[in-house]
């Protein structure tokens, strides 16, 4: 067969499931597993063109080699395989192997999370007043609920880093899997806030079909002055929230309207 005579369905292509049955059984891949797996392939054939091609010999190797990804690759959340896809594109001549798309995933999920001391470090200089603090990220603000904001303050460092270590270590891998974590506000903004915010993000938030807390902690930028530090801070965690919410359609407003 000439190369020219290769061609390869590289976005509708099952995972392997219908040539190796008997395997399939024992190693299920989801649905949404196979559906991302035939994005990335679909995102490389067009990316790297007949490099990709060349890298198999036969339909029956894509299917193979899809397989092997989704084995590889179940239980990543989408957006990091997209990024990680995105960071390929711009950094390597050819489509990567398993091992290094891994390697990449693993850095772009590390990059997104303070080490676990300096998270350590911030939970327990804020246990105080934890809701009034701006978290470098909400994983840190809920490993710091889970190992009690008392015994952070009081308790001693060697035992109390262990058990916040613990939980941080969970929390990131649920977060790298791609659970959301939000960092609770207040149940009312404070007293000073005009009445005019409160029903303006209470209709915000209908208008959007939020609930009021997710309404409210999206929108607790506007309490802060415009132009402030944390201000910016609030509203770019904000953005951050509504992409792991698939929530494109949502614009956040600049001011009370």
Not at 7 to 30: C, M, N, V
Not at 171 to 188: H, I, K, S, Y
Not at 226 to 251: C, F, Q, T, Y
Request: hydrophobic fraction near 40%; charged fraction near 25%.
């Amino acid at each position: 067969m000439n190369k020219s005579d290769k061609t390869f369905s590289t976005s509708t292509t099952l995972t392997g499931d219908q040539l190796i049955a008997s395997e399939s059984r024992q190693d299920p891949i989801d649905d949404r597993t196979k559906q991302l797996i035939n994005l990335i392939f679909a995102r490389f054939a067009a990316i790297y063109g007949h490099k990709f091609e060349s890298m198999f010999s036969s339909e029956r190797a894509v299917v193979l080699a899809k397989r092997e990804w989704a084995l590889s690759l179940r239980g990543v959340s989408e957006q990091y395989l997209v990024r990680a896809v995105d960071h390929c594109k711009e950094t390597l001549s050819w489509m990567p192997t398993i091992a290094e798309f891994l390697t990449v995933v693993r850095s772009l999920c590390n990059s997104a999370f303070p080490e676990a001391y300096a998270a350590y470090e911030e939970a327990c200089m804020h246990a105080d007043h934890p809701r009034e603090h701006v978290w470098s990220h909400p994983v840190v603000y809920h490993a710091g609920r889970l190992s009690n904001w008392y015994q952070l303050r009081r308790g001693e460092t060697r035992v109390m880093f262990k058990v916040f270590a613990e939980h941080y270590r969970n929390l990131c891998q649920r977060a790298m899997d791609g659970e959301p974590f939000v960092v609770p506000t207040n149940t009312a903004l404070p007293d000073k806030t005009p009445d005019t915010l409160f029903a303006f993000i209470a209709r915000w938030g209908e208008e959007h079909q939020l609930t009021p807390e997710q309404a409210h902690t999206l929108l607790f930028y506007l309490t802060k002055p415009k132009g402030s530090g944390p201000r910016e801070v609030l509203l770019n965690n904000a953005k951050r929230l509504l992409e792991v919410w698939h929530r494109a359609d949502i614009a956040l407003p600049d001011a009370v309207v």
